[in-house]
T-cell receptor
Framework: DTAVSQTPKYLVTQMGNDKSIKCEQNLGHDTMYWYKQDSKKFLKIMFSYNNKELIINETVPNRFSPKSPDKAHLNLHINSLELGDSAVYFC???????????FGSGTQLSVL | AQSVTQLDSHVSVSEGTPVLLRCNYSSSYSPSLFWYVQHPNKGLQLLLKYTSAATLVKGINGFEAEFKKSETSFHLTKPSAHMSDAAEYFCALSWSNTGKLIFGQGTTLQVKP
């Protein structure tokens, strides 16, 4: 069973479109995250939620809106996609903050 | 400010020889330090974690890392490389229960037969 699963794995879309990436964890963790990995493989945190409450919002444009319907899910909606949004987006979860993160396998977003 | 610097972007070793991946950090707090591995088209997997207990930390797959406060380093080592170790390795730091993980730039490990 996949611990942290995110869909879709690949997402190709045009500039200006709106898209969503879904993430689910079955580990019973209370904290979930979104990370962005750019073309140089640099990883940076975007958001974290603890028990559905936003904890970290790392100066991400407000075109990005995370939504956590329950503590097992953290979805990422992106409005008005731009070329610079092309990256691999990773969802992760942990039990408590500062603890070991479990990562999903990533969503490769390509904006044309 | 908190930061992580991985000193080598690319390391190449022969199978069966030792591996050394270097990581230096800067932190105003007592940090927790991590090494993660990323195989192609996969998510990151934790290799090991340091949290102010023993300075020599043993991880999975034969990897270990030593925390040296005086040198602000947390280098990753393995006595004998396997072909399956070829991957991208990330050193990371967190602090004060912020839940925020700061990653280094990554080191690509190539293992030659």
């Amino acid at each position: 069973d996949t611990a942290v699963s995110q869909t879709p794995k690949y997402l190709v879309t045009q500039m200006g479109n709106d898209k969503s990436i879904k993430c689910e964890q079955n580990l019973g963790h209370d904290t979930m995250y979104w990370y962005k990995q750019d073309s140089k493989k640099f990883l940076k945190i975007m958001f974290s939620y603890n028990n559905k409450e936003l904890i970290i919002n790392e100066t991400v444009p407000n075109r990005f809106s995370p939504k956590s319907p329950d503590k097992a899910h953290l979805n990422l909606h992106i409005n008005s996609l731009e070329l610079g949004d092309s990256a691999v987006y990773f969802c992760a979860s942990s039990q408590g903050q500062n603890e070991k993160l479990f990562f999903g396998s990533g969503t490769q977003l390509s904006v044309l | 400010a908190q930061s992580v610097t991985q000193l080598d972007s690319h390391v190449s070793v022969s199978e069966g020889t030792p591996v050394l991946l270097r990581c230096n950090y800067s932190s105003s707090y007592s940090p927790s330090l991590f090494w993660y591995v990323q195989h192609p088209n996969k998510g990151l997997q934790l290799l090991l974690k340091y949290t102010s207990a023993a300075t020599l930390v043993k991880g999975i797959n034969g990897f270990e890392a030593e925390f040296k406060k005086s040198e602000t380093s947390f280098h990753l080592t393995k006595p004998s490389a396997h072909m399956s170790d070829a991957a991208e390795y990330f050193c990371a730091l967190s602090w004060s229960n912020t839940g925020k993980l700061i990653f280094g730039q990554g080191t690509t490990l190539q293992v030659k037969p």
